[in-house]
């Protein structure tokens, strides 16, 4: 627990030295941050365009799905400004010969690794996903109870550590193979997966999404706690996406005994 606090201490010193960095230019910060608020709401705005020229989505109305997405928006602006910059740091390190030395640190190496993913230009996404949500839920007249909003930013919280869990797997890939640029891309195609309700796939990856890959805790169960209509199968994703986190680890540790220092 000591080492853990530890860790988020380094993770909160590596924000703060990141930040500064990116406010050295502060036009240039700035620009980044409007660009990525204003593409942040083309989600939401295509999915508008296209609920209203189709059928939708089985059990979600054009108001729910305005919510999806800004559930969803917020998910991805936090796990991007936390992780953002974790993909090429981690390649970096083992291309350049230097992940040796997080090995001699006194703290497990992919802590110090998860430690370091900060992205300080993320913010728009964050903004925008409060902003529809907030809206959203005055649209809805959803009236939220102490236990719905408590629950929603535990979803929240386990919906980044499932995705911290999917980072471990791709750096554990990483220092046994080296270059791995279009991993991450199949890695990103992948959990595409989660931003969509789960009516819209068969039964049987239903039970996938919630299971062995709970990736229905990123954006699904936190819109349908807000709209009352939690079940125990919440339970269910959170359990997995712990066992997947200790799955990850137990992958870090088998390839980090096939580490082999790079560099050049």
């Known amino acids: 627990m000591r080492k853990i606090f ?114 300080p230009r993320n913010f728009g996404s964050v903004f925008a996903g409060l902003t529809i949500i907030i809206y959203s839920i005055i649209k809805l007249n959803l009236i939220l109870t102490f236990s719905s909003i408590i629950m929603f930013i535990l979803l929240l919280f386990f919906g980044l550590f499932l995705y911290m869990s999917i980072e471990i797997i791709y750096s554990s890939a990483v220092i046994v193979l080296v270059h791995l640029g279009r991993l991450y891309d199949i890695i990103g195609q992948l959990t595409n997966f989660g931003h969509y309700p789960l009516e819209i796939f068969s039964r049987s990856l239903q039970v996938f999404f919630m299971t062995a890959v709970p990736m229905a805790i990123w954006v699904n169960f936190p819109a349908r706690v807000l709209l009352g209509r939690g079940n125990i199968n919440i339970v269910y994703s959170i359990i997995f996406s712990i066992v997947f986190f200790f799955l990850s680890l137990g992958l870090w540790r088998i390839c980090l005994k096939r580490y082999t220092s790079a560099g050049g």
């Open 6 to 119: 530890k860790l988020f201490v380094l993770f909160i010193e590596n924000s703060k030295i990141r930040f500064a960095r990116a406010m050295i230019y502060r036009v240039n910060y700035i620009m980044d941050s409007f660009i990525s608020l204003t593409f942040a709401f083309i989600g939401p705005l295509l999915q508008y365009l296209i609920f209203s020229q189709t059928r939708g989505f089985p059990g979600w109305n054009l108001d729910q799905i305005i919510l999806f997405q800004g559930i969803l928006l917020l998910h991805l602006g936090l796990r991007n400004t936390c992780f953002g910059s974790l993909h090429f740091y981690m390649m970096d390190l083992v291309r350049r010969g230097e992940f040796d030395r997080l090995l001699l640190k006194p703290y497990p190496a992919i802590g110090v690794i998860l430690a370091s993913g900060f992205n």
